[in-house]
């Protein structure tokens, strides 16, 4: 069995993430529910493998997330409790398939086995992972490849954080806590924390090859983790496969020389036995030895000659070959060179979108605290208004309480809390205006109100909002 590995951790909040993924989401996905499991063509549900049902996982998290809050200070400097906000993390999972197909693996025995040794090994990683944070693990064999879903909780958490769970996530955040201690900015903080973050992940990955892949027989990576096409990859392929075909053919022609050698060598004995032979018997058979000497002398040479000849174009092969191993690596390089020009690139413009984007939010800032101050501007110029016509004075039982007779006065001073800021103004006002009041018939009191009025009232038409 061969293939490159798949494990991978995410964690979900209860707000649906920009591709539509939730705590709900994921885990009706995994209990096969017919809305969320329209991309498998015969769905059929999850087998148990470690833990509780989906269900009784939605329950677990639920609950946590009921029982769990956040201490938050206000602005008076009280302390008050808070629930769990919607997109907070609060569940993380790990997801890990299997090379082989799934009807391979439900056909034959030894597929099978080697998945379920695969799941085992999978098993015994996340226990030794999260402990009992890790509350279930279960099966889908209706897809292409069988895989298996483990959903991990942090349970003695009262913030509910299931990104803290991440040893990925862990890492970033505690390199962006020493680059501020450092002194670096935000910015320069994040960037460390986003390289922690990686590393992180690439020594998880390592130690999950380790402790689970390398002992089911799974390789580290596949051709795309190289970033190679489908014709590198092949080219690769095809070298590999043409250098052992040169290798096989050098020795297949060494063999042959050496075959030649030795053929050589027999022949050349047989001759000399057949000379000794000759000169014993006559001084006539002298010439023949002679000639006999000067053929095997000439196969001598010949056969070092096409030996010579067998070396040099083996020779010229190899190094053709050599140039177009290094012409492909050439070409891998260049391609390689290319997507990392084209990943910086997109890396760049990525760059300008998040700063436009917090341009515009300091803009939107800027324009909400401008409209709150003048809010809060007309509230007041009103609430003196009122104060001059009767319609906000302090209550007759209680004096350190103002009735407001317009409920969206009341409103609107209520919600900028402005009464508590300005009712000491509003007593001076009150106490003054009725002072003066006392002193006149009711026809000039409704002259002297409408005269000190007057310059109120413009005051309040001229806010923004208030212009005809």
Known sequence: MSGPQFMHLQSYSRKANE???????????????????????????????????????????????????????????????RGIRKDRHTLMTAVASHPLPTDLVNRKPDARADYELWRDHNLAWLKAQFGDKLVSVIEHSDEKHPHIHAYILPLDDPTCSARQLNPAWQAKE???????????????????????????????????????SLASGLTRTGPKRERLSRQQWKARKDAAKLTAQISQEIDGRLEDVVDAEDGLERSLAAKAEEIVEKLDLADQALEEAEAD?????????QAARDAQNAEARI??????????LEALHRQQREAERADLHRARQEAEQEARRLRDAQ???????????????????????????????????PSPDDPRIWTIRDDDLRERATKLDLIELIKDTMKALHDAWRQLSERLSPTDQAAASEQIAEPVKAAVDRQPGNQP
């Open 315 to 324: 020779q010229q092969q190899l190094d053709q070959k050599q140039e177009e």
């Open 359 to 393: 341009a515009q939010i300091n803009q939107d800032r800027a324009d909400a605290l401008r409209n709150a101050a003048k809010e809060a501007a007309r509230v007041v110029l009103e609430l003196f208004l009122g104060v001059l016509d009767g319609s906000v004075r």
């Open 293 to 301: 000497r000067a053929e095997a002398k000439r196969l001598r040479e």
């Open 19 to 81: 591709g539509g993924q939730s705590v709900e989401q994921v885990l009706a996905e995994a209990s096969r529910a017919p809305e969320y499991s329209k991309h498998v063509s015969d769905p059929r549900p999850p087998s148990l493998v470690y833990g509780v049902s989906v269900d009784e996982v939605r329950k677990l998290h639920d609950e946590m997330v009921a029982a769990g809050g956040v201490e938050v200070t206000l602005k008076d400097g009280r302390t008050a409790r």
């Open 174 to 212: 505690e390199a962006m806590e020493v680059a501020r201690a450092a002194g670096h900015d935000d910015k320069a903080a994040l960037k460390l924390g986003n390289a922690a973050y990686r590393a992180r992940v690439r020594e998880l990955q390592d130690h999950y090859y380790k402790h689970v």
